[in-house]
């Protein structure tokens, strides 16, 4: 999830919210990690992954980042990009 939290890490708590964490976490990622966005981030997509809000997949991640709410369809391709070239170095 590295190669999206630092196209997003300025929305994190709109991200963070549109991947179904309720208000309460999101404020305490806030406090936790003092408004540092790329932590925030990556807690965003710690809690994600381990509370089961919502599916984690690409896939989810894509809608998500396309929806209104979040509106940064504009990244996908260049994410698109950077996953595969870590794949192919794997």
């Not at 939290?5 to 179904?20: E, F, K, N, S, T």
């Not at 809000?53 to 989810?60: P, V």
Request: charged share 20%; net charge negative.
């Amino acid at each position: 999830m590295e190669v999206v939290g630092v196209d997003v890490q300025a929305d994190w708590d709109i991200v963070g919210l549109a991947l179904g964490l309720n208000s309460a976490t999101l404020k305490s990622i806030k406090t936790d990690y003092s408004g540092k966005t790329t932590s925030c981030m990556a807690e965003v997509f710690t809690q994600w992954h381990d509370g089961g809000t919502s599916e984690y997949s690409w896939s989810k991640l894509a809608e998500v980042l396309s929806s209104r709410t979040v509106n940064k369809v504009g990244i996908l391709p260049g994410i698109l990009d950077k996953i595969k070239k870590q794949s192919n170095c794997s």
